[in-house]
C-alpha cells in the first residue's frame, strides 16, 4: 500500500486523498475513516471512488473545523486486510471572530479590558486601534494573547475622559482581513468646579447661585437651605445655563429667605457638596420727613 499523502486547501476547495494498493485476490471492501474512529459514508460532502488498485476520498468543501483532522483507509480482502498510514488535512483560511469585543464603560482611573477569540489558519496578526491608530505598549496600556486559545486581550490600565472613543481589533493573515469595533466611555463621580458666592439683596429683589459641576452620568443637582432641602415650587426657578451649570432663583427675595445655601451633586457614582453661601437682604423701610 502506498503513503497517503497530507492535503493542504484553502477554504472554499476541495480535498482530495488518494490511496493506491494491490490487492490479491481483489479487496471486497474499502473503508476510509477520520480521526480513526469515524467511519465515512459516501454523501452530498463525501465521495468515495474505489478501483482495483486505487480509492479516492473526495471531502467536498471541509471547514477550517476540520484542519488537523487524520484520514486513513482500510482495504480488506478475503485473506486479510491493511490499513494506510495517517493522512492530515490543512484548510487555510483568513480570521473569523468567534467571541466580538463588548462595548465598556468604565469609571475614571479605573481598568478596561477588552477581549476576542479569532480563528484562523494560519493564525493572524491582531492588532488592537484606538480611533484608528494603533495602540503599542508604550501608549500604557497591555497587549496579551493566548494563542492555545485563539484569545486576545487590549488591558488600560487606568482610563482617563481621553479614552472615550472607538476601539477596533483587527486581524489578518494572508487570507483576509477582519475587524470588529466596540465603544469605550469612561464615567466619573461628581465633582463641583465653582465656590457659590455670598449675596446680599433687596427685600423683594431676585437672588441668583449658580454652581459648576462635572461628571458621568450627568449628576443631578439638588439645593438645601440651612442643611434642609429645598422644595422647588412657584417662588423659585431652577435653571440649566449649560450642560454642566445651573442657576437657582429665589425670584422675590423675603425674610423668611435669610439663611445659608448650598447645592449637591448626586450620580450613581457618588455625591459631592458644595461651599456654604449666605443670603442676606436687607430690608425695606419707608422714611417720613415732618415740617
Known amino acids: 500500500m502506498a503513503k497517503v499523502e497530507n492535503v493542504n486547501i484553502n477554504e472554499g476547495q476541495d480535498a482530495e486523498f488518494n490511496c493506491k494498493f494491490v490487492s490479491k ?6 473503508t476510509w475513516f477520520k480521526n480513526e474512529s469515524e467511519e465515512l459514508v459516501p454523501s452530498e460532502n463525501i465521495i468515495i471512488t474505489n478501483t482495483e488498485d486505487s480509492s479516492i476520498l473526495k471531502l467536498i468543501n471541509p471547514k477550517a473545523t476540520d484542519t488537523g483532522s487524520v484520514y486513513t483507509v482500510k482495504i480488506v480482502n478475503q485473506l486479510g486486510e491493511a490499513i494506510s498510514n495517517k493522512a492530515t488535512l490543512n484548510v487555510s483560511c483568513g480570521p473569523v471572530f468567534v467571541i466580538e469585543p463588548t462595548d465598556q464603560s468604565v469609571l475614571k482611573d479605573k481598568e478596561a479590558k477588552f477581549e476576542c477569540v479569532v480563528k484562523s489558519n494560519p493564525k493572524p496578526n491582531l492588532v488592537w486601534l484606538f480611533n484608528g491608530k494603533e495602540f503599542t505598549n508604550r501608549d500604557g496600556v497591555r497587549i496579551e494573547k493566548d494563542v492555545s486559545k485563539d484569545k486576545y486581550t487590549l488591558v488600560l490600565p487606568k482610563v482617563t475622559p481621553a479614552h472615550i472613543g472607538t476601539i477596533t481589533a483587527k486581524a489578518s493573515n494572508e487570507f483576509g482581513t477582519v475587524e470588529k469595533n466596540c465603544q469605550l466611555d469612561v464615567l466619573d463621580s461628581p465633582r463641583i468646579l465653582n465656590k457659590l458666592d455670598n449675596l446680599t439683596v433687596n427685600e423683594g429683589d431676585q437672588a441668583k ?8 452620568p450627568k449628576p443631578s443637582i439638588k439645593w438645601f437651605k440651612d442643611d434642609a432641602e429645598i422644595q422647588i415650587d412657584e417662588s423659585v426657578e431652577v435653571k440649566e445655563i449649560s450642560e454642566d451649570e445651573i442657576c437657582f432663583t429665589i425670584k422675590s427675595s423675603k425674610s423668611e429667605n435669610l439663611g445659608n ?3 449637591k451633586a448626586v450620580n450613581e457614582f457618588g455625591e459631592v457638596v458644595s461651599n456654604k453661601a449666605t443670603l442676606t437682604i436687607n430690608s425695606k423701610h419707608s422714611i417720613s420727613i415732618y415740617f
Open 261 to 263: 445655601y448650598f447645592a
Open 25 to 30: 485476490p481483489i479487496a471486497d471492501k474499502i
Open 209 to 216: 447661585f449658580v454652581i459648576k459641576f462635572s461628571g458621568k
